[in-house]
């Protein structure tokens, strides 16, 4: 496993449309103890195509979120490809990679892009007190220099909050297993669970046991995947 990966845990505070060339969906998260991080979402690829693939799980069910609300706020570190709380888009049978959609990062009109898709679930964790498990790697925390977008210091946070195996060129030493990003919502006066996942169009979903491709997109991707 490459990342520094793991669970974010917290609460929403705020959040922010993703914007520019490189844009990336920006929420505000809080621990227990007061303790500020900032979750980024890419919502558009610098590989082509630029879509991103989304998928929403509305009443989300997996053996892993039994383990979650264990965990204690803030980060925790998932090490030695751990198949009992990390997330695997390919082994973990989370979800029906078929049903992926791209979208577009913004868009002209009412629900019909990323950021407008994200901000729907973010807003509803907002406004119910929901708890946010982000999955993906860490960075900071920066002391020298606050947060660019909330403003907090220490600056720190997630990213890779997608699919991070069957990379090939320049994002192939981000492969691995057990190490893929997602977010997962848990209303808890509801009893239920949303599920956020994402992946790039030019990563395969044919992999070996280090996360590297060994089909091509071409022959592998997520709608022929399964007939392999």
Not at 121 to 132: G, S, V
């Amino acid at each position: 496993m490459s990342l520094k990966y793991g669970i974010l845990k917290g609460k929403a505070v705020k959040s922010m449309m993703g914007r520019g060339k490189k844009p990336h969906y920006q929420v505000l998260i809080r621990d227990e103890k007061g303790i500020y991080y900032r979750i980024a979402i890419n919502i558009k690829s610098q590989s082509y195509p630029s879509e991103v693939l989304y998928f929403v799980g509305e009443d989300f069910s997996s053996e892993n979120i039994t383990k979650l609300p264990d965990l204690e706020f803030g980060f925790t570190f998932i090490q030695n490809n751990n198949p009992d709380i990390g997330l695997d888009y390919i082994r973990g049978n989370l979800l029906d990679s078929t049903k992926m959609i791209p979208l577009p990062a913004d868009l002209e009109g009412p629900d019909n892009d990323l950021n407008e898709k994200i901000q729907k679930y973010i807003q509803q964790a907002i406004d119910n007190d929901a708890i946010i498990y982000a999955f993906g790697e860490l960075w900071g925390p920066e002391d020298d220099k606050p947060d660019k977008y909330f403003n907090f210091l220490p600056g720190n946070g997630i990213h890779d909050i997608h699919m991070n195996q069957g990379n090939v060129g320049r994002w192939k030493n981000d492969n691995g297993i057990w190490q893929d990003g997602g977010i997962l919502i848990h209303f808890d006066q509801e009893k239920r669970w949303v599920a956020i996942f994402l992946a790039f169009q030019s990563q395969s979903w044919c992999t070996d046991e280090n996360g590297d491709a060994i089909k091509p997109v071409e022959e592998c991707n997520h709608k022929n995947r399964n007939n392999q």
